[in-house]
């Protein structure tokens, strides 16, 4: 009886751990310090984290089915380089997803949750003043973190997770189609959508979270460009 229960405590451990790496390094992704294509072998990642490959290889698979994270035979794994199509996959899901998640929270929303909102779109604020890299990352993250956090409201477990990864996959497609250095997630409209929630006109928070996610995605560049062989490349 005893080997069965530290098989199982064993098992939990590590679930418990691979569960902790894939989360480090989906944040990682979300706020854009691994970029697109960067490669994550297991020995480099059971390193980073002081844990066994194969803990390292189940955390991996785990981001693999995410779509954060690409798999390739005799190659190893690769942050996931999205196409223009997954692109616009990914941002039509949302259309259809976050007006049901928001009318969902708007239906739970406590005085605590407007305010915490409120307090993130402050710190989302100040980040957006400051300069540097890590000003930047955090603005990203927090800009995200919106989003999570209206799922979170809603109360529906299985729709936080799943928003968990369309922010995540988002950001990778932002960083490879992005124009402009703005933020990713326009601040001002994401207190728009906090006073249409606030005085009860779902129609209109809807409105202006489906005009949201067309706002950012209007700021991408998802023409397919054609390849070129290496000749043609350094033609003038």
Do not use: W
């Not at 960067?38 to 290889?57: H, I, M, P, Y």
């Not at 402009?180 to 994401?190: I, K, L």
Request: proline letters at 2%; hydrophobic letters at 40%.
């Amino acid at each position: 009886m005893k080997s069965v229960v530290k098989a199982q405590q064993a098992e939990d451990s590590a679930e418990t751990g691979a569960q902790q790496i894939r989360d480090a390094i989906r944040e990682a992704i979300v706020e854009r310090r691994l970029s697109p294509g960067t490669k994550l072998s297991e020995s480099d990642v059971g390193n980073l984290f002081n844990v066994s490959r194969t803990l390292a290889r189940a955390a991996l698979q785990a981001l693999s089915y995410e779509g954060l994270v690409s798999v390739e035979k005799n190659r190893g794994a690769f942050v996931a380089y999205p196409s223009p199509d997954e692109a616009r996959q990914i941002f039509a899901a949302r259309r259809l997803v976050e007006p049901g998640i928001l009318r969902e929270a708007a239906a739970r929303i406590t005085p605590a949750d407007i305010a915490q909102l409120r307090q993130l779109l402050l710190e989302e604020g100040r980040l957006m003043s400051e300069r540097g890299q890590t000003a930047r990352r955090a603005e990203i993250k927090a800009s995200g973190d919106f989003h999570l956090m209206l799922a979170e409201i809603s109360g529906n477990a299985i729709m936080q997770r799943f928003m968990e990864e369309l922010v995540a996959r988002s950001s990778l497609v932002i960083a490879l189609y992005g124009q402009s250095t703005a933020s990713s997630c326009g601040h001002s409209e994401h207190g728009d959508i906090i006073a249409a929630i606030e005085s009860d006109d779902l129609d209109r928070a809807c409105q202006l979270m489906l005009h949201h996610i067309a706002h950012i995605e209007a700021d991408l560049d998802l023409r397919e460009r054609k390849s070129l062989g290496l000749k043609e490349a350094f033609e003038l």
